[in-house]
């Protein structure tokens, strides 16, 4: 497994939570939980884009 895509993950999820917190205290939360619905969505395309390399290896392999 690709240990960038992993680190992407982690700096991504740090930059959210920072970014969460300073707008929490701001006093600015629906901006703040929209920041973090993004990053969780950003996560979650660059893990389907995942599922479907494996997909494709596991078709290749089997001949399917």
């Known amino acids: 497994m ?3 895509l992993i680190f992407k993950i982690a700096i991504l999820g740090i930059v959210v939570s920072v ?3 300073v707008l929490k205290q701001a006093g600015k939360e629906e901006v703040a939980n929209m ?3 993004a990053g969780v ?3 979650l ?3 389907v884009q995942l ?3 494996l997909f ?3 078709k290749t392999i089997f001949q399917l």
Do not use: E, K, P, R
Request: aromatic content about 4%; hydrophobic content about 55%; cysteine-free.
């Open 35 to 37: 920041v973090t619905l």
């Open 45 to 47: 395309f660059m893990v």
């Open 2 to 4: 690709d240990t960038d």
């Open 19 to 21: 970014l969460h917190t």
């Open 51 to 53: 599922i479907n390399d």
């Open 41 to 43: 969505v950003v996560v």
């Open 56 to 58: 494709s290896i596991v």
